[in-house]
């Protein structure tokens, strides 16, 4: 099974529609969630962080996890084509380490149309 | 706002040559990463390094890998003799001060064995 699982799409969505992007994860060590945002050629942007379960809201984006079903979502509402981008989970364990490296997911490839 | 910078955006070398890849960290930074990612696949931690060692490091990166903090503003990844698997993507992150907060990632740096 692997750590990080993610749809890699591609996703297609209307301009305004609300997109909702998964990832699930299999180590319950994992405490540390993120959603970054990339476009071809770039490096990863960091979109949103939390470390605790349940909503967090940043303008038209809202990061929900639940840590009970290992299960994190990133929901966009009113997609603009600007949103069309790769959008990956990444996930930081609390472990013996404690280095803070990343796992990513494989990211999913989201497609607004005007 | 700060960011992470890395150089060159594209590396083109012959198979066996040796090759390093720069980066300059957000400068309050304390805690330092490479990723790679290959063509198509997900992005895939490499090592990470904070108070002028290596805390941790991944299967990938084997004795042909090494990194540097020679100053206090870069942070290198050498490729002693590079292989034609090695043709990917690599990204330098950092975060700080503590290990568990959001990496911030450069634009990578392509990396093209012929």
């Known amino acids: 099974q692997k750590e990080v699982e993610q749809d890699p799409g591609p996703l297609s969505v209307p301009e305004g529609a609300i997109v909702s992007l998964n990832c699930t994860y299999s180590n319950s060590a994992f405490q540390y969630f993120m959603w970054y945002r990339q476009y071809s050629r770039k490096g990863p942007e960091l979109l949103m962080y939390?470390?605790?379960?349940g909503n967090k809201e940043d303008g038209r984006f809202t990061a929900q996890v639940d840590k009970s079903s290992k299960y994190i979502s990133l929901f966009i509402r009113d997609s603009q084509p600007s949103d069309s981008a790769t959008y990956l989970c990444?996930?930081?364990?609390?472990?013996?380490?404690?280095?803070?490296?990343?796992?990513f997911g494989q990211g999913t490839t989201l497609q607004v149309k005007p | 706002e700060p960011e992470v910078t890395q150089t060159p955006s594209h590396q083109v070398t012959q198979m066996g040559q040796e090759v390093i890849l720069r980066c300059v960290p957000i400068s309050n930074h304390l805690y330092f990463y490479w990723y790679r990612q290959i063509l198509g696949q997900k992005v895939e931690f490499l090592v990470s390094?904070?108070?002028?060692?290596?805390?941790?490091k991944s299967e990938i990166f084997d004795d042909q890998f090494s990194v540097e903090r020679p100053d206090g503003s870069n942070f290198t990844l050498k490729i002693r003799s590079t292989k034609l698997e090695d043709s990917a993507m690599y990204f330098c992150a950092s975060t700080g001060p503590q290990f568990n907060q959001p990496q911030h990632f450069g634009d990578g740096t392509r990396l093209s064995i012929l």
């Open positions: 390094f904070y108070n002028n060692e290596i805390s941790e």
């Open positions: 990444a996930m930081s364990a609390i472990d013996s380490s404690n280095t803070g490296k990343l796992i």
């Open positions: 939390t470390y605790s379960s």
